[in-house]
């Protein structure tokens, strides 16, 4: 059977935490029982930071600034506290797990190496779809009747906008697809992947012995001329 698809048109330990006061999320630069055991020889190991970003931004890249607070220990033993705003490039296509860093922006301590600050992006759950590599998963229920005779569904997408496609066809979960309107490949962001539709039957609660007998008399034949 053919698949369906539509064209696009075609340091003390404590966790981080984050300014009240702003909004700039700001992170601290101390230590916490979450970091990364990257050992160097005279430097402190890394201190890792989760990045909350949604399907939409990674879909089109954004640019999101991070103020961080780290301590400076001077030789006399006195303490104090810098902050610094980073610049977050993320790019189109990132994927769940990319990682961000920068070098030597931890606490200063006389005599060791400022720790890297390591960005960790996490992706946000999305009110539609499921990421799949480049590709994005649809889900829809069903009903039985509607999947066998055809059905009119408006598609969502990304963008803002909606896709209308009949679906005429028995496809197996995924078969219908929306083509070029998944999510972009990091490295050609001219490259996206398709949505696909993955549907769940919802089977009738009871039927009459008028319409089991209309099925059965009527199934064997749909099955027969498809084998």
């Keep these: 059977m053919n698949r369906s698809s539509a064209s696009p048109g075609s340091a003390s330990r404590r966790p981080p935490s984050f300014s009240r006061r702003s909004s700039v999320p700001q992170f601290h630069t101390q230590h916490s029982p979450n970091v990364s055991r990257q050992h160097s020889a005279g430097k402190d190991t890394a201190v890792t930071h989760e990045l909350k970003v949604s399907l939409d931004e990674l879909a089109t890249g954004i640019t999101k600034k991070i103020k961080i607070t780290r301590k400076v220990s001077a030789e006399n033993g006195t303490v104090s506290s810098e902050e610094k705003l980073l610049n977050i490039d993320i790019k ?57 005779v055809g059905f009119m569904v408006n598609i969502p997408t990304l963008e803002g906008e909606s896709i209308s496609m009949k679906l005429t066809e028995v496809e197996p979960p995924g078969g219908y697809r929306v083509i070029g309107r998944g999510m972009p490949v990091s490295r050609q962001p001219h490259t996206r992947g398709d949505i696909l539709i993955e549907y769940r039957i919802i089977l009738p609660t009871q039927l009459n012995k008028e319409q089991l007998s209309i099925i059965e008399s009527t199934i064997p034949e749909w099955i027969d001329d498809h084998n």
């Design 92 to 148: 189109a296509g990132w994927k769940d797990g990319t990682k961000i860093t920068f070098q030597n922006e931890g606490d200063k301590y006389p005599g060791r190496i400022p720790a890297d600050i390591v960005f960790i992006v996490k992706e946000k759950p999305h009110q539609h779809f499921i990421r799949k590599d480049r590709h994005l998963i649809y889900k829809l229920d069903v009903k039985l009747r509607d999947l066998l």
